[in-house]
């Protein structure tokens, strides 16, 4: 977790205020707000709206290995008589928000009798071209784990999007999934409990990643 990063929300609760996005000018056109309440700003922006409730803070922290890290801050208030305190609606997760929509991983809308398969080409390839690491275009790792948990979400016909979460036990990745030039497929493929990722390229077959079971969780996720 990046201390820096906590402290700088741990500052804007405590002031509430958030400060502005310096060299913000354009959201990307591929990023869909509709439905979502979110404001950029870009000027130090007031929170709360004159209100004195409480304020939630997120920091996450993502890991090339697939280490992914999420504390979630909330202001200080004194306390008040209990007559005075106001109930707080809890907010569901709901990610409506994602690029694929009701599928948990773009990689998961086509399956076979092994599990899932896709064309890592056109469409699929380009939406990771932003992440390059020493000129290479990868699939980032945490990708594998939504993948992993969505094949076993859509294995036991649940819907991506009401869901309230799954659980991936032990995962291993022992290599990149790189994006190249003449695309290559990829399978997610179901053994018992244990799901498995796998690259086909040129007539080999390469194993990317792997969990040994899921669990999916009962209860829905609030944050």
């Not at 990307?28 to 979502?36: A, E, M, S, V, W």
């Not at 004194?78 to 997760?93: D, G, H, L, N, W």
Request: hydrophobic share 40%.
């Amino acid at each position: 977790m990046c201390i820096r990063d906590s402290i700088k929300a741990v500052e804007v609760l405590r002031r509430r205020k958030a400060p502005g996005n310096v060299h913000f000018k354009t959201l990307n056109p591929k990023i869909d707000l509709t439905g979502f309440a979110a404001v950029i700003p870009t000027q130090p922006t007031a929170l709360g709206h004159g209100e004195k409730r409480p304020l939630v803070a997120g920091v996450s922290s993502f890991g090339f290995g697939g280490t992914n890290a999420h504390v979630v801050l909330e202001s200080y208030e004194k306390a008040r008589p209990s007559s005075m305190v106001e109930a707080r609606p809890r907010m569901q997760y709901a990610p409506r928000f994602l690029p694929w929509r009701r599928l948990p991983h773009p990689f998961l809308s086509r399956k076979d009798e092994t599990g899932f398969v896709a064309l890592l080409a056109g469409e699929q390839a380009e939406r990771w071209k932003d992440h390059r690491i020493a000129e290479q275009v990868l699939v980032p790792a945490a990708s594998h784990l939504t993948m992993l948990g969505g094949a076993a979400l859509l294995n036991q016909g649940i819907d991506g999007i009401k869901a309230p979460g799954v659980e991936v036990e032990d995962v291993i990745m022992p290599r990149p999934l790189i994006v190249g030039s003449g695309g290559s497929v990829v399978r997610c493929i179901v053994n018992g409990p244990q799901w498995i990722v796998r690259e086909e390229r040129n007539g080999s077959s390469e194993f990317v990643a792997s969990c040994r079971a899921t669990r999916i969780l009962l209860s829905l996720i609030h944050i």
